[in-house]
């Protein structure tokens, strides 16, 4: 695992003279504290899972863009996470920037909106405060899994199985579909019973499905009564308004209290050799009731 924080800098300042004598002192003291930062979350990371290898990265970069552009696409990641504050209306990341990861990344995507339950906590250097404080998640106790035919079903699935049984949380997967759109009711029942396979051993889950008049509206209001939502990348605006921090609608809360993971499934995963092992698998030793994994999901 990979800590990296991104350091942008002015176009006037050339990138070859990082770290000489010649570089910009202001530039070499907020990369200073961007290794700092890193280091910060790097060790409290490492005290969560000991056994994976941890490492920290800053990069210094004329536009985010590129730096991203290089991380995601290839092979040289096969995850990437980003935190996103709209904490006094100051957003960690351009919109725009997390539009072109969420369509163009060939890795897994995890971008997390923090809502106001969940402030994110980070050890200050000077402070012996215990390293368990660090994460939002270790206040919560329930979390929204919304399920829809869309292609990130099983990745949002297995995100919220692997964070229920880290954290001790229960999981409620809900589909909403609108009542008069018989076939995208079936696509969605496909997808809970994926989902409910996915989950069955797990001790603390329910599932349901149920129509709406205004299932994004309805999906806008359900998200607010669990401590945290997981998403699939979703194309609806107002969707991406609550995600992005933008206006919400009248009835909910000014600031969304709900932290809200979205998931995107890189576009190959399905046809990758895991997948397809795991579909051989789950027809020929589970069963025929077990739902199978097919391409459109």
Known sequence: ???????????????????????????????????????????????????VPVSGLVIVAHTPDDVFAECTTGERYDAVFLAQDNENGQQLWDESLLNMVLETADCAVY?????????????????????????????????????????????GAETARALGSTYGTSIRGVHLYESTDAERFQQGRKALDLTEYVLSD?????????????????????????????????????????????????????????SILTVRQPSHALSSVYYRWKRAIERTSVGEDSPVLENDF
């Open 202 to 258: 797990f001790p603390d889950m329910e599932c349901e499905s149920r129509a709406s008049e205004d299932v994004v509206a309805e999906l806008l209001q359900e998200i607010e009564k669990y401590d945290v939502a997981i998403l699939g990348a979703p194309t609806k605006q107002p969707l991406l308004q609550r995600l992005f921090g933008q206006s919400v609608p009248d009835e909910l809360e000014p600031q969304p209290t709900t």
């Open 1 to 51: 695992m990979t800590i990296a924080s991104i350091v942008t800098a002015p176009s006037e300042i050339s990138l070859d003279t990082v770290g000489n004598e010649s570089f910009s002192e202001e530039m070499t003291r907020v990369i200073d504290l961007a290794r700092d930062h890193v280091a910060n979350v790097r060790d409290a990371v490492a005290d969560y899972g000991e056994d």
């Open 111 to 155: 971008l997390e909106t923090l809502g106001t339950k969940a402030a994110p906590l980070l050890p200050d250097p000077e402070d012996a405060t215990d390293r368990d404080d660090v994460s939002a998640l270790d206040t919560a106790s329930n979390i929204l899994l919304a399920v829809g035919p869309g292609p990130h079903t099983i990745l």
